[in-house]
């Protein structure tokens, strides 16, 4: 077969202790699933079902252990905001999972930003239209090593954290998000055939802000090490 232009390089992401590689398939990211973070963006925090957007699959920036990302500010914005959040890395393929089986479905779990132009994510959210510009750009998405389930376990309970500048902006629990990972898994797949490959990034606490050039963000889930990057 030969192809019209060259295709693009897969996008994987390097798995913790290891020199292996999860490729990438989609990025599925669920909205206002803490609480807190609901309430701060003016929302009613009731047990509402789930609702997602998505990322391209090259929005992810994959950093190394031990490393900093250099992430560039991105054009368009002056409100360009963190948020922290619990990955889970899709191992195994289905549609229609039930709850108690959807933790089969898990291959690991990482530590992921969910990077956003919120000026622009108001804009689409006030005029009613979808939240790409705001949500879906180059480099949205960087993610930690991803760390086996099979070597770690779950992260039903966890501490959730991201500094600015050595200073806490976000710390809460994975405990306390509105819908588990396996019952956003089980929702989520009532509406698309899941694959392996796939990463959910399962929402993040309340405490988002602004960055601007220089800052350095440091975050991190317990049990699954730090993930480092700075605003250039």
Known sequence: MSYVIAPPAPVTVPVAGTGDRFPVRRVYCVGRNYAAH?????FDPDREPPFFFCKPADAVTPVAEDATLDVPYPAETRNYHYEIELVAAI???????AVEDAPSHV???AVGLDMTRRDLQMQMRE?????ELGKAFDRSAPIGPIVPV???GRYNQAAIWLKVNGQDKQRSDTSKLIWSVAETIAYLSRYFRLEPGDLIYTGTPDGVGPVVKGDVMEGGVDGLGVLRARVV
Request: glycine share 26%; no cysteine.
């Open 91 to 97: 191992g195994k393929g289905g549609e229609n999972i």
């Open 127 to 131: 005029a009613g239209r979808p939240w």
């Open 107 to 109: 291959y690991g779990y």
């Open 150 to 152: 099979a070597a770690k």
């Open 38 to 42: 609901a309430r701060e963006m003016g």
